[in-house]
């Protein structure tokens, strides 16, 4: 079969009316009319909108296989662009000949034209992307995958791909995925009859990685301005709207760069991105805006036209222990703040992205710089209306003297980490960067209240499916 498609999109805002075409897609809905016609309205992704296509009854297969046709078919059309004679459409198409390719039981096939819950839709991860929502949700990614690499591309930024199995624990959280091919039933043990990881595929214990900046920090003391971006892992026990175990992060690194110069890259990409997907993706945001979060496009364009708050971590306790709440975790100097502070600083307080810097060193990392006081590190957290914390950074601990106390601090061998110590013997940097969650990019841009919803197939406690 030679197959010469053209997409829906480009039928229904470019080609010329009276041109003859070939479009392939899957039927939402299909209508026969008493006056011997059928109406098809067929999807192929490309866009929100299907397009309508008028099937006569003269076409040869028209009552043994059009008049059948329900939802989820697959269908090859060649027809003629014809105006539209109804609204909100320029164009539609009378066929000229209907190719059914796949038939789809109407009994049993699931995404029948209707409202479907996403909790439903989850069980039906492979063929959501047939509904409106979730054929918005898979093209707003894939531009804002392209947004973000344009981002940085065009700043002269390296795309680094830093390896997804390793041997550290950058976050130092200990929620790490074991990657082992050792028999859990039967691993080899030493002499004092403990697991002898030597046996192991990689001879040492080895994880899917939870960042890669330790690596992209190498790069960057090298190479200047780099970036990852890619899928990263945490064995968190969390089951809220906003945490995966598997999610998608794009972590800028740059030498020469101090936690200021940071906190200004990471606004600038936030305005630059959200205000992008406007434009490139303008009928799926408005969808998004109908739909999902009748707010969702004021506030991106905000976010876009006004400065970010900056305020420090000590600050941000002052605001919430003054504030009349009933917290489920009272705010004090030197606790982690938690989603529901994060949320008040940005829903309640400010009322946009606000960016908290100088967190107590003994919540954060150990790659994070000390500052003067000895008790803050150059840490900075962006954090958004209704998500939360959407990036997490730092300006790094370039001191060798400093980095190996916080080290051991930390109950970390400085051994295992030589080449990351390395870095801090021969030529030194100030340097920094920051994380942003993908999908907590993705939610935000689109209002999509679950995190499960943005992401084509999630992976959360007790939930690998697909
Ligand atoms: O704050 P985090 O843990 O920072 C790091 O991993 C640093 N190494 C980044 C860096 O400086 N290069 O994670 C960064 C961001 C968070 O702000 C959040 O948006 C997202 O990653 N994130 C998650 N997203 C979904 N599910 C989870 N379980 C997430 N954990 C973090
Ligand atoms: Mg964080």
């Known amino acids: 079969m030679n197959i010469e498609r053209i997409l829906i999109a ?22 026969a009319s008493k006056g011997g ?7 192929d992704g490309s866009c929100m909108d299907c397009i309508q296509i008028v099937a006569d009854k003269a076409l040869a297969n028209y009552e043994s296989e059009i008049s059948h046709l329900t939802t989820g078919c697959s269908l090859l059309i060649d027809g003629v662009v014809v105006e539209s004679p109804g609204k909100g459409q320029r164009v539609e198409m009378h066929a000229k000949e209907v190719r059914v390719i796949g038939l789809a039981d109407a009994e049993t096939y699931p995404m029948q034209a209707k409202r479907h819950t996403f909790e439903f839709l989850r069980t039906q991860a492979h063929l959501r992307t047939r509904t409106n929502t979730f054929g918005a949700v898979a093209r707003v ?18 795309y680094v791909h830093t390896p997804l199995i390793t041997a550290s624990d950058c976050e130092g959280a200990g929620e790490l995925f074991r990657v082992t091919t050792m028999d859990p039933d039967a691993p080899p043990r030493d002499d004092a009859g403990a697991i002898d990881y030597s046996q192991d595929f990689f ?8 960042s890669g900046q330790l690596e992209a920090e190498t790069y960057a003391c090298s190479l200047g301005n780099v970036y990852t971006f890619g899928p990263t892992f945490r064995a968190e026990n969390s089951n809220t709207p906003r945490h995966l175990a598997e999610f998608w992060m794009i972590e800028p690194e740059m030498a020469f760069c101090d936690l200021q ?27 998004f805006n109908k739909r999902i979060d009748k ?3 004021d506030t991106l364009t905000h976010i876009a036209e006004s400065p970010f708050e900056r305020i420090t971590y000590t600050k941000a306790i002052e605001i919430l222990e003054k504030a009349d ?21 940005t829903e309640e307080t400010f009322k946009k992205p606000v960016i908290i810097t100088d967190y107590p060193s003994s919540i954060k990392p150990f790659y994070m710089r000390l500052s003067d006081d000895g008790k803050t590190v150059a840490a900075m957290d962006v954090l958004v209306p209704k998500i939360g914390e959407i990036i997490g950074g730092a300006q790094r601990e370039e001191r060798l003297d400093v980095l190996t106390e916080r080290m051991a601090a930390q109950s970390m061998d400085a051994e295992d980490y030589w080449w990351y110590t390395d870095l801090r013997k021969y030529g030194t940097v100030p340097h920094a960067g920051f994380g942003l969650g993908f999908e907590r990019t993705i939610q935000f841009a689109t209002g999509m209240a679950n995190i499960r919803d943005v992401i084509p197939y999630p992976r959360t ?3 690998a499916d697909f």
């Open 10 to 31: 480009d039928v229904l805002a470019n080609v010329e009316v009276g041109a003859e075409v070939t479009i392939g897609g899957w039927t939402r809905t299909v209508r």
């Open 37 to 43: 016609f059928s109406f098809i309205s067929l999807n």
């Open 141 to 158: 990614r894939s531009a804002m995958a392209g947004l973000i690499h344009d981002y940085f591309q065009s700043r002269g930024f390296l």
């Open 203 to 210: 001879s040492r214990p080895t994880y899917l990685t939870v």
């Open 261 to 287: 110069t940071d906190a200004d890259l990471a606004e600038d990409f936030l305005k630059n991105i959200f205000a992008g997907i406007l434009n490139k993706c303008p009928s799926d945001m408005e969808f």
């Open 295 to 297: 707010t969702v496009i």
């Open 325 to 345: 709440c009933q917290w489920q975790f009272p705010p004090a100097w030197g606790i982690d703040l938690q989603t529901e502070h994060e949320r008040y600083l």
């Open 461 to 463: 406690p007790r939930s």
